[in-house]
Nanobody
Framework: QVQLVESGGGSVQAGGSLRLSCAASGRTFTIYTMGWFRQAPGKERESVAAISRGGGTIHYADSVKARFTISRDNAKNTVYLQMNTLKPEDTAVYYC????????????????WGQGTQVTVSS
């Protein structure tokens, strides 16, 4: 089992920044891909970004490219999401997840999920 705990969410005005963190514990040696997803009310969960174990493969949703940056620190078993130039449409609950190699943007590929952290962007 892998436990994931997100932090760093909050409320910010449009144009602002937030940095999300997700710390993993438990069977961390099984962690390969780490990803961030989000879900807004009434909408399906969507992929935001994902990063491979070595950091060599990174995926971003088109809607966040050039604004969000995903990174990871394997020594700390932590993945980060730096979110800049936030927009009201970024408002959602953000979840981190871990999965096998190649999980990419497909949420069903991920095995473990955090409890989510709320991000609210006001105009």
């Amino acid at each position: 089992q892998v436990q994931l705990v997100e932090s760093g969410g909050g409320s910010v005005q449009a144009g602002g920044s937030l940095r999300l963190s997700c710390a993993a514990s438990g069977r961390t040696f099984t962690i390969y891909t780490m990803g961030w997803f989000r879900q807004a009310p009434g909408k399906e969960r969507e992929s935001v970004a994902a990063i491979s174990r070595g950091g060599g493969t990174i995926h971003y949703a088109d809607s966040v490219k050039a604004r969000f940056t995903i990174s990871r620190d394997n020594a700390k078993n932590t993945v980060y999401l730096q979110m800049n130039t936030l927009k009201p449409e970024d408002t959602a609950v953000y979840y981190c997840a871990v999965g096998p190699p190649g999980s990419g943007s497909y949420y069903r590929s991920y095995d473990y999920w955090g409890q989510g952290t709320q991000v609210t962007v006001s105009s």
